[in-house]
């Protein structure tokens, strides 16, 4: 194992902070297996951006350039967190200077960048993952285990939506968000979640039929300054088309049972409302975004003047918390910013060697982020079919 790691972060933006802010932590959960984390660059081509991420969560330096980060000799990992249109080039360069790479979600905003990234990925010598954060909630990992077990059954149907409102005023500025081809929008981005979540649960999918794409707010204004994130910033009078969608949703058929999935941007009164159900032959769960330390699960047993859903508050005796967090004791709440340190905790026992057995879960592969860019292809796909049934095609994932 190597004596130190020195970490770099790419884009200083909504993200990139819990990026950050993660790898300042990840030492700090679990026992204390990690090499020394040198916190060294926060990249961002902003330089106000960067000089203020790096000065608040502690890092060496900030660098304007990923060329910079690329070249630096103290750095051994490097979180990829800017716009989707930018992975390629800059996930790419990384693993050619020999960078062990943590790219955001979607792996990118072309299937053929995508399956191209997977490609180096797989000639490279260090480790390149996808953050597909979901995959460290608690409650979601919990489900999965009820599934997987048996102890609910054989799944029958899921039903998930992902609600956001962070464009439902039109008002709001035009961003990288709002750019690409059809799919790009919501679909892309936290649809990519809600497909990663609804696998994760009910394995692989075959077929997504029903595809339907909207745009609510077809044209945003040009924002006066830098954007970040969700903000809202001083807005111009001239406006911009805006190119993707706002909502979509489709149903599917996984290994496990079938779905509904819906998500929206522009769904107000929901800032981030990632929400399923899982009914199986013995019961069913369900977990909420805006109450992540709880699930609430029905198992049909007992009279049924008693029976029903129950809630069960999440805690030592579920995935990743004993030990895993600062104050872990049963009915103490986490929620998103957890998730982040628990995937650079994962990325870092991985570069550093831990062996699997003894590990977090390994973060995604880049062929599993290709994979998720096909299934939501097909979505795209049989939307511009008119609803048509289309097979999932798996290139590259193993
Ligand atoms: N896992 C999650 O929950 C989650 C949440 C939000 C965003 N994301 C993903 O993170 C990525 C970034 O999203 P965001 O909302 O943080 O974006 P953002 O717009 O808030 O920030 C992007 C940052 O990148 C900087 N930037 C632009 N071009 C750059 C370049 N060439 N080199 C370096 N920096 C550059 C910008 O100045 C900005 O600070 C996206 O892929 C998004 O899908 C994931």
């Not at 200083?12 to 297996?33: D, F, I, N, Q």
């Amino acid at each position: 194992m190597a004596s130190s790691l020195g970490v770099a972060v790419i884009g200083a933006g909504m993200a990139g902070k819990a990026h950050a802010a993660a790898y300042r932590m990840a030492s700090a959960l679990y026992e204390p297996v990690l090499p020394e984390i040198r916190l060294v660059s926060i990249g961002d081509v902003n330089p106000e951006f960067g000089r203020a991420a790096a000065r608040r969560f502690g890092y060496q330096r900030h660098d304007s350039s990923w060329q910079a980060i690329a070249e630096a000799d103290d750095i051994d990992v490097v979180s990829v967190v800017i716009a989707n249109s930018l992975h390629r080039e800059v996930v790419e360069g990384l693993l050619a200077a020999g960078k062990h790479v943590l790219c955001e979600k979607p792996l990118s905003d072309t299937l053929a960048d995508a399956r191209a990234m997977a490609q180096a990925a797989h000639e490279a010598d260090t480790i390149a993952r996808i953050g597909f954060s979901f995959r460290r909630a608690p409650g979601i990992a919990f489900i999965r285990q009820l599934v997987q077990s048996g102890e609910l059954g054989e799944v029958l149907h899921f039903s998930g939506r992902y609600w956001a409102d962070y464009a439902s005023n039109p008002n709001g500025p035009i961003s990288w968000r709002y750019k690409g081809g059809p799919g790009s929008g919501a679909l892309a981005d936290i649809g990519s979640h809600l497909a990663y979540v609804a696998e994760f649960v009910c394995g692989d999918v075959e077929s997504v039929s029903g595809g339907r794409l909207s745009t609510a707010i077809t044209k945003r204004p040009k924002p006066l300054g830098a954007t970040l994130g969700h903000t809202q910033v001083a807005v111009s009078d001239e406006f911009e088309a805006v190119e993707n969608d706002d909502y979509a949703a489709f149903s599917a058929t996984f290994e496990h049972g079938v779905g509904a999935l819906e998500v929206s941007r522009v769904a107000a009164g929901h800032p981030t409302s990632l929400i399923f159900e899982v009914f199986c032959s013995k019961g069913a769960a369900r977990w909420d975004q805006r109450y992540p330390a709880q699930i609430e699960l029905m198992l049909n047993e007992g009279p049924a003047a008693t029976n029903g859903y129950r809630q069960i508050q999440l805690g030592p005796d579920h995935p990743y918390l004993a030990g895993g967090l600062p104050m872990d004791a049963p009915g103490v709440s986490f929620g998103q910013n957890e998730l982040f340190l628990h995937q650079a905790r994962a990325f870092l026992e991985e570069v550093a060697g831990v062996p699997e057995s003894e590990s977090l879960p390994r973060c995604a592969s880049f062929d599993e982020g290709v994979h998720n860019m096909e299934f939501l292809a097909a979505v795209v796909e049989s939307a511009q079919a008119g609803g048509a049934s289309v097979d999932v095609r798996t290139e590259v994932f193993a």
